[in-house]
């Protein structure tokens, strides 16, 4: 079965600093991923999903992800922390087992960024 | 085009009350899914429904909990004799797709939190 390890449950960066989100994810079949962020008090919106392309994924607001198999790894970066980008950003693995599309999330990491 | 519409944004419900959510997925999606937010965790997924039919369940507790997505109306989560194990914040998603469901972006709704006192 699928499974996602989000590496820190929070990360705090300076604005303008390089945002570095880890995830790790298991899976015995080449893998769907996608990375989702959420802010208080409301749902999660996607930032960027991997189908099988391009192993560099660009994503809205500035976000990448690349995709490496051989660490079985989908690491979300930014160049440049902005204030806005405070939220918590849950990495996820499509669940082939299950049926047809039910994402397995990760337990999310909490980012904040300091003036 | 509205995004996924969920309702009551807070719900508090008493031990061995009823709680019913209900989640009204985008214009032209017939699917639907439900997921169960723990404090510190991420999310669960619960249950797949697709117009009429419960796709997949094997997220649901066996007892307490069930989900329907009729041919009219929302999508309902029941939970029954809620307990205080029960309170979470509990997010519904839709996608627009069948059998390619896993190629598509599921957007989600801005949750139901139920607090049960």
């Known amino acids: 079965a699928q499974s996602v390890t989000q590496l820190g449950s929070h990360v705090s960066v300076s604005e303008g600093a390089l945002v570095l989100l880890r995830c790790n994810y298991s899976s015995s079949v080449p893998p769907y991923l996608f990375w989702y962020v959420q802010y208080p008090n409301q749902g999660l919106q996607l930032l960027l999903k991997?189908?099988?392309?391009?192993?560099l994924v660009k994503g809205i607001n500035g976000f990448e992800a690349e995709f490496k198999k051989s660490e079985t790894s989908f690491h979300l970066t930014k160049p440049s922390a902005h204030m806005s980008d405070a939220a918590e950003y849950f990495c996820a693995v499509t669940d082939y087992g299950g049926s047809q599309g039910n994402l397995i999330f990760g337990k999310g990491t909490k980012l904040s960024v300091k003036p | 085009n509205a995004g996924v519409m969920q309702n009551p944004r807070h719900l508090v419900r008493r031990r061995g009350q009823e709680a019913r959510l209900r989640c009204s997925p985008m214009?032209?999606?017939?699917?639907v899914y439900w997921y169960r937010q723990l404090p510190e965790e991420g999310l669960k997924f619960m249950v797949y429904?697709?117009?009429?039919?419960?796709?997949?369940e094997s997220g649901m507790p066996k007892e307490r909990f069930s989900a329907e997505f009729p041919k009219e109306g929302p999508s309902i989560l029941r939970i029954q004799q809620v307990v205080r194990g029960d309170s979470a914040a509990y997010f519904c998603a839709s996608s627009p797709s069948g059998r390619a469901v896993f190629f598509n972006e599921q957007f989600f709704g801005p949750g139901t939190r139920l607090t049960v006192l």
């Open positions: 429904l697709q117009k009429e039919n419960i796709i997949d």
């Open positions: 214009k032209g999606h017939s699917h």
């Open positions: 991997y189908t099988s392309a391009a192993t």
